[in-house]
Structure formats: structure tokens, C-alpha cells
């Protein structure tokens, strides 16, 4: 399974097939539109995730010479459910990007949504509402980032940095600074048992990933964000309101992060102010390495999980190789670097003709 | 200047200042069924104005525009869409990141229990109006990022077709073509005069206005200059009006500004 760049761009091709073979037979035209054979090199360059499957793979084998801790079942499941926090905030922080915006607020609405349902679940509420006030607050803060991006204008580095602080500085205020717990059972259900041998967690993550897959990919919606990402200015001029589909997006980014932060707290079996400290940068940190491009338009949902995937095993796999913890966090931004050069360099040539094509184009 | 048949939009007694600019003055414009009216004039001659009134963009100060007859009153862009007003913008409004179907469908897409997007619908029908209008592209599904100007233009153009909207306003085709890719639009335009389309023409490019026009409205400091058959004037003429050599003399349209 590939990606190709744009998503939408450069699909299969059985279907486009057929339609040239029955266009020419009732059109009657001269013009063909035949089908666009892509060369494998040129499948692997645009190919958005497989070069971060292909460092998962070499540091997992690498890791398994030094330590034969690394690829037995337990280490694994340790290192999804790492990334299934990750990952559910990342899916939405990705169409953030991709509609060309920037959320670095996602790790405080993941404390907020952490927070307001720990509170609301010790004082009494059910675990419906507890998650529903979560999820409320998330989509407040979402919507305030969106629209300070949108309608007043401002840059949405600015705007999400704003709320970052004051959302932080809200919840420690409310919070005293301590950890709210023991939580009901129901509540510690939700999300902080297995199904199976598999922490359900995971499930979770799956799911929403699922979700934001189907939305990105087959959904109008999906293309509208694309839209919005690639050419803000041909959306409005269309009559397609980009202001709102990107405010969409910005609740949408909301609602998952205050939603994984519920996860994490029932997870955790307490809701902690030290939640989502450093979750923003890396969530983006991971849509950036799964092949979402900073620049917008460009992105696909499996790879923003797989550069979840990627962290977490960064993250893990470096304490069994015994580097020290202040190390890894170089590691993170090393990669990151990697990552939008990578995105840079591809954006300058994702236009580019390949020596196939002109091949191709002479043969025919 | 008689015409037998009755305008299918028209502009009357149009207005709009900008501060201290008069972009429009007293305009009327009427655009007909399978003629191609081609408006042009000088930087600054309300050209773009009257096409952002035509496609519903800016609201008139004063004037009326007409629709088959009946007052259009909602001045919105998505509106005039669906009332049978297509707009081909200058800068083409395009997302290069998109393919080609994604990008015609992209203002209305085809959908699947209005939620999906109905890819294979839109591949086809894409498919299907690009061929019907003669262009050439490698497929449907490149990214428009991939295609020449020439190209990029014959895809701004068949989506404005694509509605099989009545009206169909150009803004500077063929201001960033070369020679063959202009001639690839001239094709385009006659295929769409054929089908009976009222086509609105907005040009620099008086080579190819006397070539595909039916009638060239002159424009000059928010006023109509002159309107004329391209089969009874000249080049030399219309040059005289754009530069305002020649001044307006009596016509059917504008009369009774600067003095």
C-alpha cells in the first residue's frame, strides 16, 4: 500500500481505462485521456510513508542486534499505545495542516479535556457527561483558535500559542496544580482496560484513524480541506467559504485532542496537570514525519499514524538502547529537520517531469 | 445597432465608485445567445468591474442587472452559478495540488449519500466535457500542477462548462498563453458559440477579439466607448476608442455622462 502525493492525484488506474476505451468509442474524438502508468520510481518518490516504514523496520533491527527486547509482543503493544494517543490528535493536527493551517494548542486541549472529564467524573456525573464537557471545552478552544485564524486574520502560530498559554494557565488556576483522582470505575473503563491481550486504547485509536481516513480521503469535505490548503484564494473565489471549512477543521483538531485526553486520564486512572506538556510539537513532529506537508494540500492519514508509530518507537526503543532521556528529545527534533527538508525538497519537484514520462510521451 | 433577438442578461444604467475612481459609468451591457461579445479597453477602463458585476462578485451602487428577462436581485457568486452565470477567472482559481476532476468538481462535487466524494461519476464526466471541447490533456487524473498554461486554461474553461450554464464570462484567456495554446482557446470558444453559449470576452489581445468576436464593447474610464459588429469596424477603429482618439458618438448605450 502507497501513497501517492496529493492524495487525490495519482490513484490507481483500471477505472481510467475503461472510460478512455468507451469515450473513444462513442465520442468519436481524436482527444484520448488514457491512463497514467506510473513508473515504480516514480511511485517510491512520491510515496509519502514508505521511506518512515523503511527507518521503522532498520531501527527495529538495528535495535533487536543491541537489545532482544525490541521485537517481542509486550514492547510492541507498549509502543502503540504510546502512539495511539499521539496518533488520535495527530490524525486532526494533520488536516489542520493540510488545509494550511498550524494548532500548537493541541496539547492543552488534551489537558483540558483530561481535566474537565477527571473533574466532572469525581464529582458525581455520569461518564457520558464527563466526556461530552471534554469534548465541549475542546471544541470551544478549537473554535477560538479557529477563528482567531480565520475571521480576525491572525497567524495561526500566534493564534494557537495564545491559547495554548491561557488555556494552561486555566486549568492549573482550577486545578491548584494537582491531580485530580481516584476516578470511578466506569470511568477508569472506558479506556483503561484490554480486549484481548490488546489495551483498548488502541481500538480506539484504530477507529478514529479509520474515521479521519474515510473524511480525508472519500469524503467532499476531505477535498474541500485539500482545496483550502492548496489554493485558499480559488476556494473563496468558487464560493466555497475556506474561513469555514478551516474553522471546521480547528474544532475537529479540538474535539480529538480533548478526546484522547480523556483516554489518557482514564488510562492513567487521574487526570494530572503535567498532561500534553509536550504533545503538540510531537504531533506535529509525527504529521510532519508520516509526510504531511508544512506547506499544505499534501498529507495522507496512514501516514500521520506511522510517523506516530515512529515516535513512540524512537521514544521506547532509545531507553532500551539505554540513551539518556534528554537525548531523545534530540532525536525528535533531529528527525523533524529530516522530515521538512524531505517535504521541502519534494514540494520543489512534485511537478517535475520524470526522464520515464518523456519517454512514455515519445513512445506514444 | 439592431439585434433581432432579445439579450439574455443584460446590465442597465450600471454604477460603482471606489472612493474617488468611478469604475463604472452609466454602463449597459447585453450579452446574447451564440454571439461572443468581447469587452475591451485599458488598464483601468472598469473591464474587471463589469465582469465582477456580471458574475455576481460586486453589488452595483445603481444599475439593474437582467437575467432572461427578470431582475437579478441576490448579489452573491454561488448564486449567479446556479442561475446560469460561469465565470473563467483570470488567475484561473485552480488548487495545483488537485487532479483535474477534482478541480472541475471542486465548487459542486458529485457526491455518494452527500457525504462521499462520487470519484468514478467525476472522473468520467470530466472526462467526457474535455473531450467534448477538444483538449488536450494526458488524463483526468494528473495534477493540475503537472499541466501547461494552455492546459491549465482549457480546464478553467470546461468547468465553467461543465454546468451547462447559458453565460459564460472569460477574463483574459489568453493573457498568459502562447500562440498555439491561444489558438487552443479560440477552438474552445468557438465549440461553446456553436452550442449557442453567451460568451463574454475580456481581452487585451485585439488579434484574438477580431477573430472570435461577434461584437467588441470599447471601455474607457468606466464608460462605454462604443459598442460595435466586428463585421462592420476595423482595427484602427476600435484602437481610436480604447485610446479615446475617437470620441463616442451616438449609440444605443450611454449617452448622457461627461460632458
Known amino acids: ?364 | 445597432m439592431s439585434v433581432e433577438t432579445e439579450p439574455i442578461m443584460e446590465i442597465r444604467g450600471a454604477w460603482k465608485v471606489f472612493g474617488h475612481v468611478v469604475a463604472l459609468r452609466d454602463v449597459n451591457t447585453k450579452i446574447y445567445a451564440g454571439k461572443i461579445l468581447a469587452i475591451v479597453g485599458d488598464n483601468g477602463a472598469g473591464k474587471s468591474t463589469l465582469v465582477k458585476a456580471l458574475s455576481g462578485i460586486n453589488r452595483l451602487d445603481e444599475g439593474t442587472v437582467y437575467f432572461q428577462g427578470k431582475v437579478v436581485s441576490k448579489i452573491d457568486p454561488k448564486f449567479f452559478r446556479k442561475l446560469g452565470i460561469s465565470t473563467v477567472f483570470q488567475d484561473l482559481a485552480l488548487v495545483e495540488t488537485l487532479d483535474v476532476a477534482s478541480n472541475m468538481y471542486l465548487d459542486a462535487p458529485i457526491t455518494k449519500w452527500h457525504f462521499f466524494a462520487n470519484r468514478a461519476l467525476m472522473y468520467q464526466a470530466a472526462a467526457k466535457t474535455l473531450q467534448e471541447l477538444k483538449v488536450r490533456l494526458p488524463s483526468v487524473r494528473v495534477a493540475i500542477g503537472e499541466l501547461s498554461g494552455g492546459q491549465r486554461q482549457s480546464v478553467a474553461i470546461a468547468r465553467a462548462v461543465l454546468r451547462d450554464n447559458p453565460i459564460i464570462l472569460l477574463d483574459e484567456p489568453t493573457a498568459a498563453l502562447g500562440v498555439r495554446e491561444t489558438g487552443e482557446v479560440g477552438v474552445i470558444l468557438n465549440t461553446l458559440k456553436s452550442r449557442g453559449k453567451g460568451l463574454v470576452l475580456i481581452s487585451h489581445d485585439l488579434e484574438f477579439v477580431f477573430k472570435h468576436a461577434d461584437i467588441i464593447q470599447v471601455m474607457r474610464l468606466g464608460a462605454v466607448q462604443g459598442i460595435r459588429k466586428v463585421s462592420e469596424t476595423n482595427r484602427e477603429e476600435i484602437v481610436a476608442l480604447i485610446t479615446g482618439l475617437k470620441s463616442q458618438e451616438s449609440d444605443d448605450s450611454s449617452r448622457k455622462e461627461h460632458n
Open chain 1, 1 to 364: 500500500m502507497s501513497q501517492f502525493k496529493g492524495g487525490d492525484a495519482f490513484e490507481g488506474n483500471q477505472e481510467a481505462n475503461s472510460f478512455t476505451s468507451q469515450h473513444s468509442v462513442n465520442g468519436g474524438t481524436q482527444v484520448a485521456l488514457p491512463n497514467i502508468k506510473l513508473s515504480w520510481q516514480k511511485k517510491f518518490r512520491s510515496s509519502l510513508s514508505l521511506p518512515v516504514i523503511v527507518v521503522i523496520i532498520l531501527f527495529t533491527l538495528i535495535g533487536e542486534s543491541q537489545n532482544s527486547n525490541f521485537l517481542n509482543g509486550p514492547t510492541w503493544l507498549n509502543i502503540l499505545t504510546t502512539a495511539s494517543f499521539t496518533s488520535i490528535v495527530a490524525c486532526f493536527e494533520g488536516f489542520v495542516l493540510i488545509s494550511g493551517g498550524l494548532d500548537l494548542s493541541v496539547g492543552a486541549v488534551f489537558l483540558t479535556g483530561a481535566m474537565v472529564s477527571a473533574e466532572l467524573a469525581v464529582k458525581g456525573f455520569p461518564l457520558i457527561v464527563a466526556i461530552l464537557g471534554a469534548l465541549l471545552a475542546g471544541a470551544f478552544v478549537g473554535a477560538i483558535n479557529g477563528g482567531l485564524a480565520n475571521y480576525v486574520g491572525i497567524s495561526p502560530i500566534i493564534a494557537t500559542l495564545g491559547t495554548l498559554f491561557c488555556t494552561t494557565a486555566i486549568v492549573s488556576t482550577l486545578s491548584k496544580g494537582l491531580a485530580i483522582g481516584p476516578l470511578p470505575d466506569s470511568f477508569n473503563r472506558l479506556a483503561g482496560g484490554t480486549w484481548g491481550p490488546i489495551p483498548s486504547v488502541i481500538f480506539y485509536a484504530v477507529g478514529i484513524a479509520l474515521i479521519a481516513h474515510v473524511i480525508l480521503r472519500y469524503s467532499t469535505f476531505g477535498m474541500k480541506i485539500r482545496a483550502v490548503g492548496g489554493n485558499r484564494l480559488a476556494v473563496d473565489a468558487l464560493g466555497l467559504n475556506a474561513k469555514r471549512i478551516s474553522m471546521v477543521v480547528y474544532i475537529m483538531t479540538g474535539l480529538a485532542a480533548a478526546f484522547a485526553g480523556v483516554l489518557q486520564c482514564s488510562y492513567l486512572g487521574a487526570g494530572a496537570p503535567s498532561y500534553g506538556s509536550d504533545l503538540a510539537l510531537q504531533v506535529i513532529a509525527a504529521v510532519v514525519i508520516g509526510g504531511v506537508s508544512v506547506l499544505g494540500a499534501v498529507g495522507e492519514v496512514s501516514g500521520m499514524v506511522i510517523g506516530c508509530i515512529l515516535l513512540s518507537l524512537l521514544s521506547i526503543g532509545l531507553l532500551l538502547l539505554h540513551f539518556a532521556g534528554s537525548m531523545q528529545d534530540f532525536v525528535v527534533g533531529f528527525v523533524m529537520v529530516i522530515a521538512v527538508s524531505i517535504d521541502k525538497i519534494r514540494r520543489t519537484f512534485m511537478f517535475r517531469v520524470s526522464r520515464n514520462d518523456i519517454k512514455r510521451a515519445k513512445s506514444s
